[in-house]
């Protein structure tokens, strides 16, 4: 019994080894409570991993390096009164070298030439609720990752509050960084950490910096009355910056050769210089920040809420700028950029302004209340479209200075003070679909030269003003198009008074086309002219219009149709399109007709014509059309191919579908009687006959104008004696037996046959792939006839599909019952296969065969490439007989299987595998246990000897 006992107490201590759970070790270097250590250092010398370290309040004068994973803390949480410092030169105070550790709520105080807490290459960690000052860096990370800095003071420090060098996925929140002699917040070669909700203000030169640091996050924080910037990136890229404040700083944010970063709903304000400033940057995206009172009146800079110099490929959209000292928004030697719905107002000089800037797109901003709304300097290619430019003091939107080959379009002009569009010194600028009103001038022009200048709206007192030496252009020519007073041609531009004595509103359009009648000189001597000045159109009446071909519910063929009709304008000029295809008019007094070539669609078509007046008034009418593009399928059912009859006439009746259509029938030039549901059913004809052959012809034709045909061949004897039909064998020319609806086309041909000479039977149907046909005959048998059944699918006949992948099935009938396959040799059938299938299904060209059923099985023919074009290759294959065919080949790679078993091997019959898995596992002694025993017996062994 003692020796199991002395068993248990041994598996009871190996059992219970390594389980000894984590201890909290003390520290306290002054009186009061009586603690482990006087020394943090030495405390951390005899910690084991996962130790805590409490440390009462007191002055620690020493150096700590953490190489275990401990949790440091205060005793009292409070920095103020946990103070660890240093009194001679080190690198740090505080060097944390191993995996997470936790260090909180310590005052840390250098000399200021080292680090107060500096992590050096570990994961990890927590430093947070500490206080640092009088460091070189307060905190700093050096090739440290996964790391959280939460709510530290890091201030007054000599160089930088918190640093991270090659440091990434760190987390730095809620810490503040004020009052240090350069940056607050630091980050060199660092990458994928998050910034939020920190403080950093009143740095010497910078808030936060960024160097050579992508995909960083910075979001919520405060950087405020920073000495040069707020937040500064450079050299680095795709950077998020969301909600900060960045104010009173020198310069508010700038990035300088930096791209793909994102700046959004940022505040940058009351900064000095600008608010946004990008140098050498490109594709970024700048959304939704307010840029106010940027700037410094004293200044005689040109600053701006936003700025770009030397910056391509950037988006700016839906940002706020306004009071800004002396620009907006300002592009400054910068290309490609987007400007899209910013608010720009109450800046000192322009919401927008674009000096050397090429190829930029101004879309849907608002400038108002500026002094120029937008101006455009030097610049060239810029598109100004939907714009807003109003109120302004001085002019809502000025194209200066040598800009050429800019577009504006559809911008607003209004109310500015002095000028609703001034063009100045600037030539081959286009201005179209502008809206100028209410301005002291509606367009200012000086000293400019081929400019393009039409469909324009102008409603001011003066609405253009000339200076110097100038020559434009003010009409394109008169084009379909609506204009902007709602007329239908594209022309000159809408000249108004205010008064309603402008050029458009008082002189004559007696055709009612939305051009004035006279020509509108805006120059004395006459060099801008207006020659097709716009005017309104007073018709209040509805246009008429109607089709009157093609007829409503007709059908056709081709893919297209010609649509004319009938058109009345009323009172004004007609503009007639057909389902959005403009329509040729020939037009008297506003009446006349109109014509137009529309595309189909398979299927029914609804056509409509609309027709607009010059006023603006509209018509329509419809109708419908139908194109079928499936030609119609006919079957004769009786009598038989082949058959005989004594009678003078015989009746012929079969299967017809119109596919699409209303199909009709004729046999022989005999209207059939037909009956049919849903364009499907039978038709009966009687026809005459002649003695002996007779060919009968059923005709079939939809309403679409598609026809298809067949035959049958009948012999009429001269008396009562002749033999009824019969079918010949190996394939002769009685009724082929293969199903009606598993026919897809027909095609025959006829051709004598003359004793050891070639006939040779040629086919044009463009759906049979069986070119030829040709062999010797033994007999003289005059005209034979040659069918082709192309077919849907395997035929009928046969009881299963060719070997391979089937290109076409089809049955090949070669003469009648007197002729048959004895009576013929050295037969050949040519046919072709498309290349786009071979390649669409991988197959090789060289295992193209024709497959030939006889005898109960498929059996291959010996065929032979003989040519090949564009779009097909061309083979021969020899045959013994006619009956069921089919093409068909095999993929690359793949075994071409030469008779009729073309079966695999079946699942079942593959051998069993082993199923690995479902081997049992061995229930031995793991290796471990084994060893531990091992040591468990030894033990009680030694304790027996002793014993004994």
Not at 118 to 138: K, Q, R, W
Not at 361 to 374: E, H, K, Q, V, W
Not at 624 to 652: C, H, L, R
Request: hydrophobic share 35%; charged share 15%.
């Amino acid at each position: 019994m003692k020796l199991y006992g002395m068993i248990f107490v041994v598996l009871l201590a190996f059992i219970t080894i390594g389980t000894a759970s984590a201890d909290t070790i003390t520290v306290n270097n002054s009186t009061g409570t009586i603690a482990n250590y006087t020394s943090i250092q030495d405390a951390v010398d005899a910690a084991i991993n996962g130790d805590t370290i409490l440390v009462y309040s007191g002055t620690y004068t020493e150096i700590v390096s953490v190489d275990k994973e401990l949790t440091i803390e205060s005793d009292s949480g409070n920095p103020d009164d946990t103070i660890v410092l240093i009194t001679s030169p080190s690198n740090y105070v505080i060097l944390v070298e191993e995996n997470n550790v936790n260090i909180n709520g310590f005052s840390v105080v250098g000399l200021n030439n080292n680090t107060g807490i500096l992590l050096s290459g570990v994961e990890g960690c927590t430093i947070s609720d500490n206080v640092l000052s009088d460091n070189f860096a307060g905190i700093r990370l050096d090739h440290s990752s996964n790391n959280v800095v939460s709510g530290n003071n890091a201030s007054l420090n000599n160089d930088t509050g918190i640093g991270l060098q090659d440091s990434s996925y760190n987390t730095l929140n809620d810490n503040t960084a004020n009052l240090n002699l350069d940056v607050g917040i630091w980050l060199s070669n660092s990458s994928n950490n998050m910034l939020s909700d920190n403080t950093a203000n009143l740095n010497t030169e910078k808030g936060i910096g960024l160097l050579d640091s992508d995909d960083n996050t910075l979001d919520r924080n405060i950087v405020n009355l920073n000495t040069e910037t707020g937040i500064d990136l450079l050299n680095s890229n795709n950077n998020i910056f969301d909600s900060n404040n960045v104010l009173n700083n020198s310069e508010g944010i700038i990035l300088e050769n930096s791209s793909i970063n994102r700046l959004e709903s940022n505040i940058v304000s009351y900064n000095l210089d600008d608010g946004i400033f990008l140098e050498n940057s490109s594709d970024n995206m700048l959304l939704s920040n307010t840029a106010n009172w940027n700037g410094n009146v004293s200044d005689d800079s040109a600053y701006a809420g936003i700025k770009l110099l030397y910056s391509i490929n950037n988006t700016l959209s839906s940002n706020t700028v306004s009071w800004n000292d002396d620009t907006g928004i300002g592009l400054f030697d910068s290309n490609n950029n987007i400007l899209n719905s910013n608010v720009l107002s109450y800046n000192l000089d322009d919401g927008i302004y674009l000096e050397n800037s090429n190829n930029n797109t101004l879309s849907s901003n608002t400038a108002s209340d500026n002094y120029y709304g937008i101006r455009v300097v030097e610049s060239s290619d810029n598109e100004l479209l939907d714009n807003i430019a109003d109120l302004n003091e001085h002019a809502g939107i000025s194209v200066r200075q040598s800009s050429t080959t800019n577009t504006l379009s559809n911008n607003t002009a209004n109310s500015n003070v002095d000028i609703g569009i001034g063009l100045l010194n600037s030539s081959e600028n286009t201005f179209t679909d502008n809206t100028v009103s209410n301005n002291s001038y509606g367009i200012y022009v000086e000293n400019a030269s081929s400019n393009l200048l039409f469909n324009n709206y102008f409603n001011n007192t003066n609405n253009a003003n000339f200076l110097g030496t100038n020559d434009n252009t003010w009409n394109t020519t008169r084009i379909v198009g609506t204009n902007i007073v709602g007329g239908i041609y594209l022309g000159g531009n809408f000249w108004a008074d205010p008064d309603g004595t402008g050029f458009s509103q008082v002189t004559d359009d007696l055709n009612g086309d939305g051009i004035c009648d006279e020509q509108y000189n805006l120059t004395d001597p006459v060099f801008d002219i207006d020659f097709l000045p716009l005017s309104i159109v007073n018709d209040d009446l509805l246009p008429v219009i109607n089709i009157t071909s093609p007829a409503d519910g007709s059908g056709t063929n081709v893919s297209s149709v010609t649509v004319s009709g009938l058109v009345n304008g009323t009172g004004s000029m007609p503009l007639v399109t057909v389902n959005g295809v403009a329509a040729a008019t020939t037009i008297v007094d506003f009446d006349g007709t109109f014509t137009a070539t529309v595309p189909l669609v398979a299927g029914s078509n609804t056509i409509y014509a609309n027709v607009t007046d010059a006023a603006g008034n509209t018509g329509t009418t419809s109708m419908n059309v139908f194109f079928d593009e499936f030609d119609p399928v006919i079957n004769i059912t009786s009598p038989a191919d082949g058959s005989s009859t004594k009678s003078s006439s015989i009746t012929v009746s079969g299967l017809v579908d119109g596919t699409n259509s209303v199909p009709v029938v004729t046999v022989n030039g005999v209207n059939a009687a037909t009956t049919l549901v849903d364009y499907n059913g039978t038709f009966t004809a009687t026809v005459p006959l002649v003695l002996g052959s007779n060919t009968i012809y059923a005709n079939v034709t939809d309403s679409a104008g598609n026809t298809n045909t067949t035959f049958v061949n009948v012999t009429r004897t001269s008396s009562s004696s002749g033999s009824g039909s019969s079918s010949g064998g190996g394939g002769g020319g009685g009724a082929t037996g293969e199903a009606f609806e598993n026919i897809l086309v027909k095609d025959a041909a006829t051709s004598k046959v003359i004793t050891g000479e070639l006939s040779r039977y040629d086919f044009g149907e463009e759906k049979c792939h069986i070119i030829y046909v040709q062999f010797s005959g033994l007999i003289n048998a005059g005209q034979i006839s040659t069918l082709i059944e192309v077919l849907k699918d395997t035929s009928t006949l046969v009881d299963s599909s060719a070997p391979g992948i089937v290109y076409q099935n089809m049955n090949i009938w070669v003469g009648n019952a007197a002729f048959s396959d004895d009576k013929l040799e050295d037969s050949v059938i040519g046919f072709r296969v498309s290349k786009e299938w071979l390649s669409e299904n991988g197959i090789d060209s060289s295992s193209v065969s024709l497959y030939r059923h006889n005898g109960g099985k498929w059996n291959q023919l010996s065929t032979n490439n003989v040519d090949e074009d564009d779009e097909y290759i061309y083979f021969e294959a020899r045959t013994p007989g006619f009956s069921p065919f089919a093409i068909s080949g095999f993929e690359e790679g793949a075994e071409i299987v030469h008779g009729e078993d073309n079966t695999t091997a079946s699942e079942d019959d593959a051998p069993a595998e082993e199923n690995e898995d479902s081997q049992p596992e061995p229930n031995g002694i793991p290796w471990i246990s084994t060893g531990s025993m091992v040591l468990i017996l030894v033990g009680v062994h030694l304790i027996m000897r002793k014993r004994n």
